[in-house]
Antibody, heavy 115, light 111 residues
Framework: EVLLVESGGGVIRPGGSLRLSCAAS????????MSWVRQVPGKGLEWVSS????????GYADSVKGRFTISRDNVKKSLYLQMNSLRVGDTAFYYC????????WGQGTLVTVSS | QPVLTQSSSASASLGSSVKLTCTLN???????IAWHQQRPGRAPRYLMK???????NRGSGVPDRFSGSSSGADRYLTISNLQSEDEADYYC?????????FGGGTKLTVL
């Protein structure tokens, strides 16, 4: 069974940093690109970032470019999202997802940026 | 960059069928898309991949009441024999080089 389990969310002040993690199991992690997608409560889905299987091809949404960094560790079967210079507008549920064509989703972790 | 357009809402009666539409912008009209379902308070769930040809592949465990079809730039999700648990938001998604795009979502109400 494919499982994606996010962690690292919480409450943080504007300007702060947070690192999200996603632990993958049930599939050969190194064979897949991975993505982060976020959702402001009550709003639609927004792609944040994606990374290919070995990390040498990465994309970011304009809204997070220069502030967020995606990375992966294929040995640990984990995906990460380092979030710096956080803004109130970054408040959202953050989902880890498998693939560019997403075929599995994690349960999400909530990031709240508030003073 | 692809653009996906969805109606904001739809409704249909229990036991009936409904067809949801996702429209690609003309420049990207042949792109493959994916459909995702998000029930209230839950994470999204992958439903299927849908090609320009109309061929589709349902995800693991997705009932065959869910089907896909295409016409030009339009991609459709048809849900037959509507159940109460089908009341949800439905999103289409497509992807390019180092980018992904979601439609705005359609909120389906089962009457």
């Amino acid at each position: 069974e494919v499982l994606l389990v996010e962690s690292g969310g919480g409450v943080i002040r504007p300007g702060g940093s947070l690192r999200l993690s996603c632990a993958a199991s049930g599939f050969t992690f190194e064979n897949y690109g991975m993505s982060w997608v976020r959702q402001v409560p009550g709003k639609g889905l927004e792609w944040v970032s994606s990374i290919n299987w070995n990390g040498d091809s990465i994309g970011y949404a304009d809204s997070v470019k220069g502030r967020f960094t995606i990375s992966r560790d294929n040995v640990k079967k984990s995906l990460y999202l380092q979030m710096n210079s956080l803004r109130v507008g970054d408040t959202a549920f953050y989902y880890c997802a498998r693939g560019d064509e997403i075929d599995y989703w994690g349960q999400g972790t909530l990031v709240t940026v508030s003073s | 960059q692809p653009v996906l357009t969805q109606s904001s809402s739809a409704s249909a009666s229990l036991g009936s069928s409904v067809k949801l539409t996702c429209t690609l912008n003309s420049r990207h009209s042949t792109y493959i898309i994916a459909w995702h379902q998000q029930r209230p308070g839950r994470a999204p769930r992958y439903l299927m991949k849908l090609e320009y040809s109309g061929n589709y592949n349902r995800g693991s465990g997705v009932p065959d009441r869910f089907s896909g079809s295409s016409s030009g730039a339009d991609r459709y999700l048809t849900i037959s024999n509507l159940q109460s648990e089908d009341e949800a938001d439905y999103y289409c998604e497509t992807w390019g080089i180092n980018t992904q795009v979601f439609g705005g979502g359609t909120k389906l109400t089962v009457l």
